[in-house]
């Protein structure tokens, strides 16, 4: 299987391409890099063939510049543009994020038309929406990670709250990859118990930890200038689900046509059954009043970003 990393210089790029490398479904890797970054990436590919060595992994990566060598790519992952510094909103690099989004989706179609999409450029939301546009590819072909990544953030802090192994939590971020994400406490789960039968001590403030999700990306970049190794895995998790036909169900960010609170023409955060052939289905979930409400604002609030953006690419 192919798999190309767009960006690949960047840091979630380069930790990206470094999972996948380890993964044993992948066995040609691409990265791909504007022309001033190509002696870097040249660089990272011989570093992590040598680290490859040492794990016993036969694996084919590139370094590239040429657009053509996205080729017979089975998923692309978009990762270039400008990043989030310390104290900025998301939606503040949107319009410069989607012209970079916008010119490499329609590369992939045009080099890969089989390709799938994975767009990680922030605001991602966002950004699956104009990639999904500017590629032509169907829906289920492009989507985003974000609240994949917000809810590996919330399995932890219930794991070390309950000082419980994370496998045994259960839990799911939704709506968008932002302030306005939407944490499904109400079905959430521990060893196959509710939250509310399992916590009845009363000493779980999740007010506080849906704060510290919301929170938990700027909380990195604001210590050590960028989040890497936890999207850099979340990324491996969907490409790995995808190729492995696994049927695993996710949440990515995907574009909705009214299967969940006849939300339509946007793209959000919802749990998908994923396969080799991207999204097979998107799940229908019932959520609680305060959750419904939560999502439909999120819906709104990036319905409302995306068609600002759009309006300034003219696709
Ligand atoms: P970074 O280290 O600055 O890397 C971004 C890469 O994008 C650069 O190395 C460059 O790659 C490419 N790039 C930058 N400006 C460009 C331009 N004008 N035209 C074309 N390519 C350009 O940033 P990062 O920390 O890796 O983050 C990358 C993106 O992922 C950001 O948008 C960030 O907010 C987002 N992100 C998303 C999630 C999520 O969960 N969805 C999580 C973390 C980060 P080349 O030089 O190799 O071309």
Request: proline content about 3%; some cysteine.
């Amino acid at each position: 299987m192919k798999v190309s990393v767009i960006g690949a210089s960047g840091r979630v790029g380069k930790a990206a391409a470094f999972c996948l490398a380890e993964e044993n479904v992948v066995n040609k890797l691409v990265l791909i890099s504007r022309k001033d970054s190509i002696e870097k990436i040249e660089g990272e590919s011989l570093d992590m063939y040598d680290a490859m060595a040492a794990k016993d992994i036969r694996i084919s990566i590139k370094s590239s510049c040429n657009m053509e060598d996205l080729h017979d790519s089975d998923v692309v992952v978009i990762t270039a543009g400008v990043p989030r510094r310390a104290g900025m909103s998301r939606s503040e690099i949107a319009i410069p994020n989607a012209k970079i989004v916008a010119e490499y989706s329609r590369i992939v179609a045009e080099h890969s038309p089989h390709s799938i999409i994975l767009v990680v450029t922030n605001p991602v939301d966002v950004m699956t929406y104009v990639a999904l546009k500017a590629s032509g590819f169907d829906r289920n072909k492009v989507f985003g990670l974000g609240n994949h990544l917000d809810s590996l953030r919330l399995r932890n802090m219930l794991a070390k709250h309950f000082n419980i192994h994370v496998s045994e939590i259960h839990t799911r971020v939704i709506g968008e990859h932002g302030d306005h994400m939407v944490p499904l406490v109400s079905s959430t789960s521990i060893g196959g118990i509710l939250l509310k039968n399992y916590a009845l001590d009363g000493t779980i403030d999740m007010e506080g930890m849906v704060k510290k999700v919301i929170n938990a990306g700027s909380y990195v970049i604001n210590k050590k200038g960028s989040t890497e190794y936890g999207p850099a895995y979340a990324i491996a998790n969907i490409v790995n689900t995808i190729l492995n036909d696994e049927k695993k169900i996710l949440t990515v960010s995907a574009y909705l046509d009214g299967e969940i609170e006849d939300i339509k023409d946007v793209c959000l955060g919802v749990p998908v059954k994923l396969g080799i052939n991207g999204i097979e289905r998107i799940i229908p979930i019932k959520m609680n009043e305060n959750e419904t409400k939560a999502f439909k604002n999120a819906a709104n609030i990036v319905k409302m970003n995306t068609e600002r953006v759009m309006d300034s690419l003219e696709i």
